[in-house]
């Protein structure tokens, strides 16, 4: 049962892929402005931080910053693979239609919404981040050894994951409150905070990014791996938990949403 | 006997109705333009909810940032010529102002062009280009009473936002606010018309989102990029966008040499609308609209 789901999920890519492709000269300008736009982001860090003038946030050097904001960067990357159709759920889905399409088949509704679309040029920001965390990586002195890479693994997935399913939280919203945009861009912009040291922060702001909207386990903790603060090391092993823990919750939200879905008949 | 018709033959002072008819028409059809837009943007009024929201994420994570920045310094300290309550000021009305002059011409266009709907616009005698523009300056204006305000003042009671050098320097940065708004209403109608020859400039639009939050000097003002990326920002009109503004709101540029940057965005906003709308007559060539 799993390995036929699998085999057609690797179907719908691939023939997403051969559709995107179709057109080279489109994609090759939508990974590169990816690229760019991924490297904007940083490009503020880079010459905020200059080492000279501006050399740490309240005891957060430049090198621990760019590191968080490079993971940081690289569990988005991963996340906008896969989110494109969270973000218009209640548009495309809800209110024009289609979920009663994917209730036809006998597929898990959530899988298929998820990889009915790819976004195949968040590779580009990918590379930005991982070119971001090797830059911090060794200037802090970090030997990247196989343990290293390992976590490096684990905690972006986890990080991903864990945005992911307070995205897949906040679009099973749709189906009790139907809008075509929803609430999804002031949390997709709270994920600004999570790009800083969490200390940093007014400790309201603290509190919602741990223990509400678990942000804070999506790249400052799994981070702070790689820095030397053994306090934070707790937090940091319990990131891959956290990402079960939300996913479990956005899981039952989305089937209690399912269960409710009454189609609006267009 | 000339060829010429009568209509072609007639006296300068004759074509005054006629460029008075024209002028009549011409605002009647961009009113109802203008009119359709405040409607639609009522339709969604989540939106304005959740876009206050996103404003004062935004404010809030950049004051504490530079909160963090200053930390690090002696109490009054200046960087870059910038002290930390100068700098609260320059990121909260900075963002107050950016609610103002973003527009989503681009989108707006690439919507149209993809829809095939953009047909009706052609076959109508109407000027593409201008009613796009006219459309985001309504949408703008709406936005200043209905977002830009109530923004402006959940962000006045949250944060210590310093007030304008002088009436005068206020009221020259609202105008050069809306140069501003002019400047980069042209840019995204410049990449909006990529569209014809791309099949989705989604990607295009979001990496043109942050480059212009940096190169804007929205997140940061120029005075902190390092002295080999001046040239870039010197080179292109993004600085006439956020940072002119708020240099006139500061005070950093006297009101006695103001003339000088009003006259550069005059000249960078009327620079982007011949580009713009020479990219729109070569790319009516792409133009492939099914059916309809």
């Not at chain 2, 095939?116 to 109407?126: A, D, E, H, N, V």
Request: proline share 5%; hydrophobic share 55%.
């Amino acid at each position: 049962m799993i390995y036929r789901s699998v085999a057609l999920y690797a179907a719908y890519f691939a023939q997403f892929l051969k559709a995107r492709l179709a057109y080279r000269a489109d994609f090759a300008a939508s990974l590169l402005s990816n690229l760019v736009g991924g490297a904007a982001g940083v490009l503020f860090v880079f010459f905020l931080m200059d080492g000279k003038t501006i050399t740490n946030l309240r005891g957060w050097s430049r090198e621990e910053i760019l590191l968080i904001y490079g993971f940081s960067t690289i569990a988005m990357a991963l996340f906008s693979f896969v989110s494109f159709n969270l973000f218009r759920f209640g548009d495309r889905y809800i209110v024009q239609g289609n979920f009663d399409r994917v209730l036809l088949r006998p597929l898990n509704s959530l899988c298929q919404v998820l990889f009915e679309t790819f976004n195949i040029e968040s590779l580009g920001t990918l590379a930005v981040g991982l070119a971001v965390v090797s830059y911090a990586g060794r200037r802090l002195g970090i030997a990247f050894t196989a343990m290293d890479y390992l976590w490096l693994l684990l905690g972006s997935l986890s990080g991903a994951l864990i945005l992911l399913a307070v995205f897949i939280f906040v679009a099973s919203l749709s189906f009790h409150f139907e809008d075509r945009l929803g609430v999804s861009a002031p949390v997709y912009n709270l994920i600004n905070f999570s790009r800083y040291p969490l200390p940093i922060f007014h400790p309201v702001i603290q509190f919602i990014l741990q223990w509400i909207i678990p942000f804070a386990f999506s790249a400052f903790y799994p981070a702070a791996y790689f820095l030397k603060r053994p306090e934070l090391l707790p937090y940091c092993y319990a990131v891959p938990a956290v990402a079960v823990v939300s996913l479990a919750i956005a899981g039952t939200a989305w089937s209690f949403g399912v269960r409710r879905y009454c189609s609006t008949g267009s | 006997m000339s060829g010429r018709t009568p209509g072609e033959a007639i006296f300068p002072a004759a074509l005054l109705p006629r460029i008075y008819a024209g002028a009549r028409q011409g605002i009647a059809v961009y009113s109802a333009f203008l009119r359709n837009s405040f409607l639609v943007m009522l339709a969604y009024r989540l939106r304005y909810y959740t876009g206050i929201c996103s404003y004062l994420l935004f404010v809030a994570a950049h004051y504490f940032i530079w909160q963090a920045v200053f930390a690090g310094h002696p109490a009054g300290a200046r960087i870059h010529g910038f002290t930390l309550a100068e700098m609260t000021t320059y990121v909260s009305v900075g963002w107050i102002a950016r609610s103002l002059y973003f527009s989503n011409i681009d989108y707006d266009v690439d919507e149209l062009v993809r829809s095939g709907q953009i047909s009706t616009f052609l076959i109508r005698p109407i000027q593409f280009h201008a009613v796009m523009i006219v459309q985001g300056a309504g949408e703008a204006l709406f936005r200043l009473l209905f977002f830009t305000v109530p923004i402006g003042a959940v962000i006045l009671l949250l944060f210590p936002v310093s007030a304008p050098a002088g009436t005068a320097a206020f009221c020259l940065f609202c105008l050069s606010t809306a140069l501003g708004f002019l400047i980069l209403a042209e840019v995204s109608f410049l990449v909006g018309t990529l569209s014809f020859r791309l099949k989705s400039i989604q990607g295009i639009i979001r990496s043109k989102y942050f480059l212009i939050q940096v190169l804007s000097g929205l997140l940061l003002p120029p005075p902190f990029f390092p002295a080999w990326f001046q040239p870039v920002i010197d080179a292109l009109p993004f600085k006439h966008v956020a940072y002119v503004p708020l240099q006139l709101y500061l005070g950093q540029i006297s009101t006695a040499q103001a003339w000088e940057p009003l006259c550069s965005q005059v000249l960078w906003a009327a620079a982007c609308a011949v580009l713009a709308e020479y990219a729109l007559r070569r790319s009516f060539a792409h133009l492939a609209v099914q059916g309809g």
